[in-house]
């Protein structure tokens, strides 16, 4: 959320001022959409904002789902969009007093359903991805295999470049394959990649908004600040109806990282909860819950980070809320926020896993959060 709120300030908007603004801070806001024609090396070729159907239309992000970013587009087809070959880019355009700031929404490979006649015209209802679609489909022609000594990051980016990405974001690393792997070549290349980042203790790949493959080296929810604050005060944008859920039952207080392979000295790693004001460590529950990890990362540190990394996603399975707010369009990928809630009695920092958001002005955004707790 803090990129694209930050790309404001280049048109004179202060961050603080375009807050205001989508918390209505100076009267009612206005919102529009807008739809960009890119073709297959995401370059715009034309405005289609007349042929999409924003208020039949909705985007969606989900961490946790294979392909993160969903459209579903209502689409009147006339023969300007090549469905097999061009991709679609929403805007949500947030109307300033002197000008107005444009939010990217994705850029989304598209569907082809049947036509769908309507008076005169013809319509699609397009199911649209991300472009972590491209790694789905371009499957390998032979064994892949990553050689012992290469460096891990650069095997990956030579992946993606096979299948035709240039648009890369990823970070470099120093770490190198400790041994040869290899995978079969009916793996698909988007699985292969997430194992490769695991194994150096990075995020899973993710295409932002802008249409770049990303990754970087992971950091827990707790290491990170929280980029937006929902709160239920005089500019609040929550809706009614906010659920919260806890369930701690299952969720374990010890982990236990084990590397082991033939070709390789064995490296096991053990992480504990026991911080007195987690309801889930080992001193609140008086007894110990232990998981099991088998990893290929690369050493020792990897191996911690991958350790530490579990223990917080497990963590957080525990303590879930669902709200709905008006549309905020600048989130993006895994944020984090901090909810002040007064009538749930909250104020935590959360990591936000999903959120769906219609394409229309008066339209409601749900999110879905779990809590950060530290562990």
Request: charged fraction near 25%; hydrophobic fraction near 35%; proline fraction near 4%.
């Amino acid at each position: 959320m803090e990129v694209v709120i930050i790309q404001s300030l280049n048109r004179g908007f202060s961050k603080e001022i375009v807050q205001a603004m989508l918390h209505g801070g100076f009267g009612s806001r206005k919102l529009n959409f807008s739809f960009a024609l890119l073709n297959e090396n995401d370059r715009s070729i034309g405005d289609i904002t007349h042929l999409v159907i924003a208020d039949s239309s909705e985007v969606s992000m989900d961490s946790e789902a294979e392909i993160h970013r969903t459209a579903k587009l209502r689409v009147r087809d006339t023969g300007e969009i090549d469905f097999l070959k061009e991709r679609i880019q929403p805007f949500a355009e947030l109307h300033m007093k002197n000008g107005s700031i444009e939010f990217p929404l994705g850029v989304f490979l598209l569907s082809t359903p049947q036509k769908e006649y309507e008076g005169d015209n013809i319509y699609r209802n397009i199911d649209a991805y991300d472009k972590l679609q491209i790694l789905v489909d371009d499957g390998f022609t032979a064994r892949v295999v990553a050689d012992e000594g290469e460096l891990v990051t650069d095997f990956i980016i030579s992946l993606l470049q096979d299948a035709g990405i240039t648009k890369i974001n990823i970070e470099r690393s120093d770490k190198t394959f400790p041994t040869w792997l290899s995978w079969d070549p009916d793996v698909s290349r988007l699985e292969v990649i997430n194992e490769l980042l695991d194994v150096i203790n990075y995020e899973n790949l993710y295409v932002d908004e802008y249409g770049y493959f990303v990754s970087r080296p992971y950091r827990t929810p707790a290491q990170r600040s929280a980029e937006y604050t929902y709160e239920t005060n005089h500019l609040s944008v929550i809706t009614p109806g906010a659920t919260s859920t806890e369930d701690y039952f299952s969720v374990p207080n010890q982990w236990v990282g084990i590397v082991s392979e033939p070709d390789r000295v064995p490296l096991t790693y053990t992480y504990e909860n026991t911080k007195e004001d987690s309801p889930t460590s080992i001193p609140s529950r008086g007894r110990t819950i232990t998981k099991y990890i088998d990893t290929d990362s690369v050493d020792l540190e990897a191996l911690q980070g991958t350790v530490q990394k579990q223990a917080y996603q497990d963590s957080q399975i525990a303590a879930e809320m669902k709200l709905n707010t008006a549309i905020m369009p600048m989130h993006s990928y895994n944020d984090i926020i901090r909810v002040k809630h007064d009538k749930l009695g909250i104020d935590a920092k959360f990591q936000e896993v999903a959120w769906s958001m219609p394409l229309s002005a008066g339209g409601t955004m749900s999110h879905t959060i779990k809590e950060v707790i530290d562990v």
